[in-house]
């Protein structure tokens, strides 16, 4: 099969039913042919034969298929993992801004990091970032 783009050696973020929480698919594999996803799933599993056009290595980096409307800030303090796993358990975001968390405890830790300690923190985002071709 040829795609026209293919990320390789990728970690696939999935919310296949099974255990409670975020399921990975690692060394994992996105291909899109014609604008669509043609393949998602592991490397172990592309299509014998498979060749692409553009390929691109992930070395590891986190790809999520599927999700909408998934975005982040660049230059942000705090860390809100746990609150994602407490979404996913049933807490509600009133529960969770009731806690002490939601986004204004990402707005305090921002608020509170220096310039310094913010550019530190966003680098390495910014590596993370892959800018498809227009």
């Keep these: 099969m040829r795609f026209d783009t293919i990320w390789l050696d990728g970690r696939l973020a999935t919310l296949a039913p099974g255990p409670p ?14 604008g669509k996803i043609a393949f998602a799933g592991p490397m172990s599993e592309l299509p014998s034969g498979w060749d692409a056009m553009e390929r691109v290595t992930l070395d590891g980096r986190w790809i999520t298929p599927g999700l909408i409307d998934c975005h982040t800030h660049l230059v942000h303090a705090g860390e809100r993992s746990r ?11 009133e529960e969770i801004a009731r806690a002490g968390g939601g986004i204004m405890s990402t707005v305090k830790a921002t608020r509170t990091a220096s310039e310094d300690d913010l550019v530190v923190q966003a680098l390495p985002r910014l590596d993370l970032v892959y800018w498809p071709k227009a």
Excluded: M
């Design 21 to 34: 929480g975020l399921g990975v698919v690692e060394p994992g594999a996105v291909a899109a042919k014609d």
């Design 83 to 93: 609150e994602f796993e407490l979404r996913l358990a049933g807490a509600s975001y």
